[in-house]
Antibody, heavy 115, light 107 residues
Framework: QVQLQQWGAGLLKPSETLSLTCAVY????????WSWIRQPPGKGLEWIGQ???????NYNPSLKSRVTISVDTSKNQFSLNLRSVTAADTALYYC?????????WGQGTLVTVSS | DIQMTQSPSSLSASVGDRVTIACQASQDISKSLNWYQQKPGKGPKLLIY???KLETGVPSRFSGSGSGTDFTFTISSLQPEDIATYYC?????????FGQGTKLEIK
């Protein structure tokens, strides 16, 4: 059973860079896309972007100028970097397997942006 | 972007009730729609994919239907453990988009 475990800094100041990593256990990165999704407090889900094991990416145009998703096949991990964060980036961030059908999902990481 | 509109935004029902949630896409998405269940403090869980296919291990009281722009998610007999927020999700186009969610409560 594939499991995703994610981690990263939970408190950032405005203009800093958000960095999260998602490790894949009991499965390989190969053959799938891997996605990042976020959920602002009390709100719905927003798709951030996706990457495959070869490093091919797709990003949400609303975030594209600030987002980089990367993959490390040697560690069976993929990562999210979001630059120049503001309070509007405060959210629960999830990683997930898939590009069309999303599952399983990571446990989520709450990232708060505050001065 | 394809807009996904869910209704209702919240719903209160009794154990054993039949519950229906609607999701409308702003353009034809064929059957490129999934339904997820999110319980408090947890990540979403896939229930239905390709509009009507039941994910392995998901109870058969959950079902989905529809194609094009109009979709329906149904719980045939509501159970206490079904209390959650439910989201529809389109994968016809990039960027992927979600409905705003339907919060289901027990009456």
């Amino acid at each position: 059973q594939v499991q995703l475990q994610q981690w990263g800094a939970g408190l950032l100041k405005p203009s800093e860079t958000l960095s999260l990593t998602c490790a894949v256990y009991s499965g390989s990165l190969s053959g799938y896309y891997w996605s990042w999704i976020r959920q602002p407090p009390g709100k719905g889900l927003e798709w951030i972007g996706q990457i495959n094991h070869s490093g091919s990416t797709n990003y949400n145009p609303s975030l594209k100028s600030r987002v980089t998703i990367s993959v490390d096949t040697s560690k069976n991990q993929f990562s999210l970097n979001l630059r120049s964060v503001t309070a509007a980036d405060t959210a629960l961030y999830y990683c997930a397997r898939g590009e069309a059908i999303l599952g399983p999902w990571g446990q989520g990481t709450l990232v708060t942006v505050s001065s | 972007d394809i807009q996904m509109t869910q209704s209702p935004s919240s719903l209160s029902a009794s154990v054993g009730d039949r519950v229906t949630i609607a999701c409308q896409a702003s353009q034809d998405i064929s059957k490129s729609l999934n339904w997820y269940q999110q319980k408090p403090g947890k990540g979403p869980k896939l229930l239905i994919y390709d509009a009507a296919k039941l994910e392995t291990g998901v109870p058969s009281r959950f079902s989905g239907s529809g194609s094009g722009t109009d979709f329906t998610f149904t719980i045939s007999s509501l159970q206490p453990e079904d209390i959650a927020t439910y989201y529809c999700h389109q994968y016809y186009n990039l960027p992927r988009t979600f409905g705003q969610g339907t919060k289901l409560e027990i009456k």
